[in-house]
């Protein structure tokens, strides 16, 4: 077998990288939910990322058939890092092999100096390899992969950077008693107001969103600055899907100081706790506690049964102290990140 790769050049490869996972997961009891339309979108240049990133796709084939895929991915804002994302590939280790040769190439010509990944384009976006949970049902915007992806990036000299930790419970359940009093006395603060998304004014609901974010997450592993065209594009693919009374803002006298988000899962009966962040200054007031409670009423009023707490880094010990106390709560995924020195 001789295993060769080529960068695409031309619209029928951008063709063959879209939809080559179909390929992959014909056979699979679960696929991912990036359609090759929406990588697509992605990859298009009116993909306002690309005003400050680029990328080179790469495939990998075996007597002119597509045997994988890899994109590697560069940012200027992580000028010593580069990145690697939608990897789709056969079990072959030689084209994992050659793919990754490639990317390290160009990102080595770029001037990064390490490799990590993966990502679906960058550590705002879809994160990590599944290593844990494959029959668990995949989430929206949630990676998912079969096993035998974690021994062939393994085998490529990849290493452990991060793992993200996703939990479920059920819906019909109380809160821990500690949770609602917390939650409670902050509901109480003067000046506080909590609403959900405002549609009908989505320009200035991106700039509040981005504000609290940047603020919030700044010190997040991997965590790169959202721009506004970022957040708005982010909002507008999520409610194509999702439910604007499951966006959740708080303000404490007038100020932006928490944001949530939760999004129709999968199967139907799962709702899925996206994102929840809560500005430095604002930390300690019970405001996670709230948003907590908040969302899980939204969610029970909806008729979901179940919730999934997707992605939590291993690093976020408030998060990871609260969430595992809830009771019949269990940890279903695990996502990896990797690095490898150039």
């Known amino acids: 077998m001789s295993i060769t790769v080529k960068v ?26 990036t359609t090759p339309d929406e990588m697509l979108n992605m990859l298009s240049l009116r993909n306002t990322y690309w005003l400050k990133a680029k990328y080179k796709c790469f495939l990998a084939q075996n007597n002119g058939q597509v045997v994988g895929r890899l994109a590697a991915i560069y940012d200027p804002r992580t000028p010593k890092t580069g990145f690697f994302g939608a990897l789709e590939i056969k079990d072959l280790d ?5 793919l990754f040769e490639a990317a390290k ?51 490529c000299g990849f290493t452990k950077l991060n793992d993200l930790l996703s939990y479920q419970y059920p819906i019909d359940q109380e809160l821990p008693a500690a949770v609602n009093r917390v939650a409670d006395r902050a509901a109480q603060k003067t000046g506080l107001l909590m609403r959900s998304l405002n549609v009908t004014r989505l320009s200035r609901e991106v700039e509040t969103i981005r504000s609290i974010l940047n ?29 604007p009374s499951l966006v959740l803002t708080i303000y ?13 899962g999968s199967p139907r009966h799962c709702a899925r706790v996206a994102l929840l962040a809560v500005v430095p200054r604002f930390r300690l007031k019970g405001l996670e506690a709230l948003l907590l409670q908040k969302t899980q009423s939204v969610i029970s009023s909806k008729g979901y049964k179940t919730v999934e707490a997707s992605q939590i880094s291993e690093n976020n010990l408030p998060m990871l102290k609260l969430i595992p106390k809830l009771e019949n709560c269990r940890l279903i995924k695990r996502h990896r990140f990797y690095r490898k020195d150039l």
Not at 215 to 221: L, V, Y
């Open 215 to 243: 603020k919030a997450m700044a010190e997040n592993w991997g965590y790169i600055p959202l721009s506004h065209q970022e957040v708005e594009g982010m909002l507008y693919f999520c409610l194509s899907r999702g439910d």
């Open 8 to 33: 695409i050049s031309s619209r029928h490869e951008l063709l063959d990288f879209a939809y080559f996972p179909v390929q992959i997961y014909r056979q699979e009891k679960h696929r991912p939910w």
């Open 252 to 264: 404490i006298d007038s100020e932006p100081a928490a944001f949530s988000m939760s999004l129709p």
């Open 94 to 98: 030689e084209a994992a092999e050659n």
């Open 105 to 155: 190439e160009w990102l080595i010509a770029q001037g990064a100096e390490e490799i990590t990944g993966p990502v679906t384009f960058n550590t705002n976006q879809q994160v990590g390899l599944l290593i844990e949970g494959f029959d668990e049902p995949p989430q929206p915007f949630i990676p998912y992969n079969p096993p035998y992806y974690q021994r062939l990036v393994e085998g």
